[in-house]
T-cell receptor
Framework: AQSVTQLGSHVSVSEGALVLLRCNYSSSVPPYLFWYVQYPNQGLQLLLKYTSAATLVKGINGFEAEFKKSETSFHLTKPSAHMSDAAEYFCAVSEPNDYKLSFGAGTTVTVRA | DSGVTQTPKHLITATGQRVTLRCSPRSGDLSVYWYQQSLDQGLQFLIQYYNGEERAKGNILERFSAQQFPDLHSELNLSSLELGDSALYFC???????????????FGPGTRLTVL
């Protein structure tokens, strides 16, 4: 069975500063990994995905994440935060031959002017 | 816009009642997934249908049921509602290229259910 742990339920950054959201996963097989973003009163939008190709994955809106098998991590970063990045971010895992997404608890990002 | 539509957007009802949530997947997608997002449980997978057949089941209560119709739209039925069923219910769809292939899930905007 797979599971996801997101470290930190709230992250506050200054506009222009680095955004770092941490995600560790547990999986019995090589997983597929995802980051989703949820803006207030909206659904989930896929930011980026790892599906066993390149370990450094680039997504939309300037976000990227690196898959580190030895650390079972898939941390999300963005070099320079923008006010529009304020949202809730979810890390998710699924396994080949399994169809469901297992989500972390989410990290709320606030951006200070 | 993901192409997945859900109705209604909001639903307010009383304990003990029954409601039906509807989802239309993206054109061409054969799989529909239902997820529940609540404050205490977070985002949880409920159930998946593929081309009309149930394919996977998660933490879905016996009071809840779902089905997928020949036109591929899906309905989630929630009965004997309790206060704790108040949540945001998401539907997602994927094309499902086959086992062991990656299938991106596209999420709808959700239905917010409030049980009073």
């Amino acid at each position: 069975a797979q599971s996801v742990t997101q470290l930190g339920s709230h992250v506050s950054v200054s506009e222009g500063a680095l955004v770092l959201l941490r995600c560790n996963y547990s999986s019995s097989v090589p997983p597929y990994l995802f980051w989703y973003v949820q803006y207030p009163n909206q659904g989930l939008q896929l930011l980026l995905k790892y599906t066993s190709a390149a370990t450094l994955v680039k997504g939309i809106n300037g976000f990227e994440a690196e898959f580190k098998k030895s650390e079972t991590s898939f941390h999300l970063t963005k070099p320079s935060a923008h006010m529009s990045d304020a949202a809730e971010y979810f890390c998710a895992v699924s396994e080949p031959n399994d169809y469901k997404l297992s989500f972390g608890a989410g990290t709320t990002v606030t951006v200070r002017a | 816009d993901s192409g997945v539509t859900q109705t209604p957007k909001h639903l307010i009802t009383a304990t003990g009642q029954r409601v039906t949530l509807r989802c239309s997947p993206r054109s061409g997608d054969l799989s529909v997934y239902w997820y529940q997002q609540s404050l205490d449980q977070g985002l949880q997978f409920l159930i998946q249908y593929y081309n009309g057949e149930e394919r996977a089941k998660g933490n879905i209560l016996e009071r809840f049921s779902a089905q997928q119709f020949p036109d591929l739209h899906s309905e989630l039925n929630l009965s004997s509602l309790e206060l704790g069923d108040s949540a945001l219910y998401f539907c997602a769809s994927s094309v499902d290229a086959g086992i062991s292939s990656y299938n991106e899930q596209f999420f709808g905007p959700g239905t917010r259910l409030t049980v009073l």
